[in-house]
């Protein structure tokens, strides 16, 4: 039967969702990247960590003030659609479950495998049968989860976001006391010093890769219409959400930069915070940090998997999209859509597939699924920054131009450094091609 659905989660879990989804996997693979990008200048790469947050704090200030002021069953698609109509609003919907929520969960899904298989000792762990079918295992756990006990997959939220801060906290506190001690800190950082304006990498690059890491920061707002008070607890969790998100990115790169070389991390890559805890804490602990890790990556992938399946529903309710009559249909038993849920997994899963593709190149070519997507959607953010600044004129100065303005100034930059991904073009035509695919879904009313 048809029915809206139920306010069920309050402010803990409107938190956990923005800084649940934020920290995951990014902060954990993404550093010997950034680092990568910026030829090992630490204070480069801290600059890059800085302006990618740049974005996600002052964008969180103006998608708080849309909270206050529109509430319908899925934020980012009524902003759109309040600012630009009905057509704009469908296709950022669009965007959004299928060209965004769902490959990023597949992400997900495979770095939380990913660190599982460190864990077990794979001598492959990037690309092993193993890691993959434990990336369908854990998709279809997650899935079921929120499908079938929302509450719990709310509970879990929370615990898993609770968890996560206790391996960034402790790297962050205890490497950095180290590096102090053992001059790591600041031979890192002199030999940044020396090398800034010769060799220093490129910035917008890096930007862009942090971005991934702190990307999710919007999934909150999917659960708009579930969240108790929502015009009161949703900005609250988007602003204290994001800070905290910062805060804690800091300091963990921080932390890592003070135990090991710059260039260590480069060369280790994705095991370098093995490593890092291992030196810190011990073998015994550093499993134990491991773990939580998973657990981190776990709570990501349900915060997205909780997004994704209401992105169908909230078309399906303005009667767009695949199947709307089927898609609006709520379960008496769980309050979720359920078919919604089983398109969103199909996708999902869809890319998982093709995330195996793209890594072993057998479209001729690596596609880059973990970035390009989100560098698309900082540029749909634009026009309804744009919107904000000429629609909303009781702000004061500061809020009605000095914050949308900064915003756009951070999604500007992720824009330009995704402009030089390799892989762009490729992935901007497959993009093109499922929207156009969107349009014939959508019903003129």
Do not use: H
């Amino acid at each position: 039967m048809e029915q809206k659905l139920e306010k069920k989660y309050g402010l803990p879990t409107a938190i956990a969702m923005v800084v649940g989804v934020v920290i995951g996997s990014g902060v954990f693979f993404k550093a010997d990247d950034v680092l990568t990008l910026t030829n090992g200048n630490l204070i480069i790469a801290l600059l890059a960590w800085g302006l990618g947050a740049f974005s996600m704090i002052f964008g969180s200030l103006v998608f708080a003030e849309f909270a206050q002021r529109i509430e319908k069953s899925n934020g980012i698609v009524d902003y759109s659609e309040m600012a630009y109509g009905k057509r704009f609003g469908y296709l950022v919907g669009w965007f959004k479950g299928v060209l965004y929520y769902a490959p990023l969960s597949a992400i997900l899904a495979w770095v939380a495998s990913l660190y599982t298989m460190i864990l077990l000792g794979s001598e492959n762990p990037t690309n092993s049968m193993g890691t993959w079918a434990l990336s369908i295992f854990y998709m279809v756990a997650i899935y079921l989860l929120n499908t079938y006990s929302p509450i719990l997959a709310g509970k879990f939220q929370v615990s898993a976001t609770v968890i996560k801060l206790t391996p960034l906290t402790l790297v962050a506190v205890v490497g950095t006391i180290s590096g102090l001690i053992n001059q790591m800190t600041a031979t890192n950082f002199a030999n940044a010093a020396s090398s800034i304006g010769s060799s220093s990498g490129t910035l917008a690059s890096a930007v862009v890769a942090t971005a991934f890491a702190y990307e999710g920061w919007i999934t909150a707002v999917t659960i708009n219409s579930e969240i108790r008070d929502s015009k009161k607890n949703l900005p609250k969790a988007l602003i204290f959400g994001a800070l905290i998100v910062f805060a804690v990115y800091v300091l963990y790169f921080l932390g890592v930069a003070s135990v090991l070389p710059t260039q260590d991390i480069i060369a280790q890559g994705d095991q370098a915070v093995t490593t890092a805890t291992t030196q810190l804490f011990g073998s015994a602990a550093s499993v134990i940090l491991t773990v939580f890790v998973i657990v981190s990556c776990l709570g990501t992938l349900n915060g997205l998997v909780l997004s994704c399946i209401r992105i169908p529903y909230s078309l399906a309710i303005r009667n767009q999209g695949p199947f709307p009559k089927a898609m609006v249909k709520v379960s008496e038993k769980s309050g979720i859509p359920s078919n919604s849920a089983i398109f969103s997994a199909a996708l999902s899963f869809g890319y998982v597939a093709l995330w195996y593709a793209s890594l072993n190149e057998l479209f001729g070519r690596y596609i880059g699924l973990d970035e390009i997507p989100i560098v698309l959607i900082y540029a749909l953010y634009i026009f309804l920054y744009v919107w904000y600044i000429r629609t909303f004129k009781d702000l004061s100065f500061v809020k009605r131009f000095v914050v949308p303005v900064c915003a756009m100034v951070g999604a500007l930059i992720i824009v330009y450094g995704g402009i030089t991904n390799p892989s762009i073009g490729f992935y901007l035509i497959i993009s093109v091609a499922v929207i156009a695919l969107g349009m014939l879904f959508y019903i003129e009313s």
